[in-house]
């Protein structure tokens, strides 16, 4: 490796949302060699999600500084590191926020010689939209695959359109770990880990929260637990319009029933059985094997993402949970996901850093990040993507992009307060409002 990446390996992460900065702070860590000492600055993407205090806490990742920046103020931050540039670069962003600093960072570096590797990938299962993901996010150096199930997958995409499907690379979810289950705690605790998004009714998710109540009532002997990902008023990653806190409320609650939040490994340290629908949480779970169940109760669906789990041997309704059932995992399954409960976790990171040690030693640099998405490919789609971040179809920042290097005054930050506030008055509650009023 590099003088750089073994003394030093300076990172940068661009995340828009609680769970990817969590997702790009944990893998810049997992990509920095065992030796190396690694400065990480953060920059989280100004919009509707970008983490509060509390959540960046809760990942529990010390950034040496952090910063909110608009795209255009990010890559301006690109442009002026170029003279001691970073030496990776790691995009946690929705894919056609991928796509745009792509284009962006292509326009910035040119004939800037030296440039970081920039890496990207998904938080969590892939179940949804994967060409459309995938490709937003061709032309990164790196395109992690969280199992050898994905990788297989995103190269069969890469590969099946004619794009350079060499930027595919295996590793495994960098949040996994903890100490593995050994047996039952006293009491006996079940946590339903819960999604901003999944299920998306009011019906749906009423008839979740009320099965996990009627469980504790069956089960006073056990503590049953609602893990909750964001407290009232906060955004994750997938807008959440009814909040289980919000349903909770006026029911009567057992008295071994409770709603918890914080850091899902520290939920994991005292639970003997993890439900849900579709969470990553459950990957976390198999990971350190504690017995995981996703549930059937409202079917098997692309659209809850729970099919994603067939072949698991972890899909069960919450009648048979009710009765005693202890799902057991599959474990070619299991070894096929990334979840690595072999003990193999420790070295499932090292073909990207040694990708990452060969880029960063390539002579004479690397060459433009080339997107397959192209003004000559994809004229009808590719400008409106860059339109959104404020770019031209050659990725240059439009005329009127937000200045950089100038922090918002008073005025400005309490405006801009607002305008989020209002914006998420208008998901949580006008825009349900709106759907029913619809279907009336």
């Known amino acids: 490796m590099p003088a750089s990446a073994t003394k030093s390996l300076r990172v ?5 949302s609680d769970t990817r900065w969590k997702w790009g702070a944990l893998t810049a860590q997992r990509l920095a060699p065992a030796d190396a000492e690694i400065r990480l600055d953060g920059y989280l993407l100004r919009g509707r999600a970008t983490p509060t205090a509390r959540q960046l806490k809760e990942v529990g990742v010390r950034a040496d500084s952090l910063r909110e920046v608009t795209g255009v103020e990010f890559l301006r931050a690109m442009g002026g590191a170029a003279e001691d540039p970073y030496d990776v670069l790691i995009l946690a962003l929705v894919g056609g926020g991928v796509q745009a600093m792509l284009h962006g960072l292509r326009a910035t570096w040119a004939g800037a010689g030296k440039r970081p590797v920039v ?7 892939v179940y949804e939209k994967l060409a459309d993901g995938l490709l937003l996010r061709h032309g990164a150096d790196l395109v992690l695959a969280n199992s050898r199930h994905d990788a297989d997958r995103f190269r069969a995409v890469y590969e099946g359109v004619g794009a350079d499907a060499s930027s595919v690379t295996e590793v495994a979810l960098p949040f996994l770990g903890g100490a593995p289950y050994t047996g039952e705690h006293e009491p006996y605790t079940v946590v339903f880990a819960a999604q901003p ?3 998306d009714s009011r019906k749906d998710r009423t008839y979740l929260l009320d099965r996990l109540i009627e469980h504790a009532r069956k089960h006073p002997e056990r503590e049953v637990l609602l893990k909750l990902r964001s407290r009232p008023g ?7 319009e009814l909040p289980y806190q919000k349903l909770a409320q006026g029911k009567d609650l057992p008295a071994n029933f409770r709603l918890v939040y914080g ?9 003997d059985l993890l439900v849900t629908v ?15 169940v996703i549930l059937t109760d409202l079917g098997v669906r692309e659209v809850l993402g729970n099919h994603h789990f067939t072949g698991s041997g972890c899909l069960a309704s919450w009648d048979q949970l009710d009765a005693g059932h202890r799902p057991v995992p599959d474990a070619q399954w299991v070894a096929r996901q990334g979840v690595c409960a072999d003990g193999s976790y420790d070295t499932a990171f090292d073909t990207a850093r040694e990708r990452i040690a060969e880029l960063l030693d390539r002579p004479g640099g690397l060459p433009p990040l080339n997107p397959y998405y192209t003004p000559e490919t994809a004229p009808g789609y590719l400008p409106g993507i860059l339109a959104r971040h404020h770019l031209g179809p050659d990725g240059v920042p439009l005329p009127g992009a937000p200045a950089a290097d100038k922090e918002p005054g008073p005025v400005r930050q309490i405006v801009r307060r607002a305008a989020r506030g209002a914006y998420r008055h208008g998901v949580q509650r006008v825009a349900p409002v709106i759907r029913r009023m619809g279907e009336l």
Do not use: F, K, N, W
């Not at 940068?12 to 828009?16: F, G, I, N």
């Not at 890496?119 to 299962?125: D, S």
């Not at 850091?263 to 639970?271: A, I």
């Open 263 to 271: 850091h899902m490994g520290e939920v994991l340290d005292r639970t």
């Open 119 to 125: 890496v990207t990938g998904y938080v969590g299962v």
């Open 278 to 292: 579709s969470s990553t949480a459950a990957l976390e779970a198999l990971h350190r094997r504690v017995p995981t």
């Open 12 to 16: 940068a992460v661009l995340a828009d």
């Open 197 to 199: 998004s999944v299920p």
């Open 234 to 240: 906060e955004h994750t990653t997938h807008i959440e």
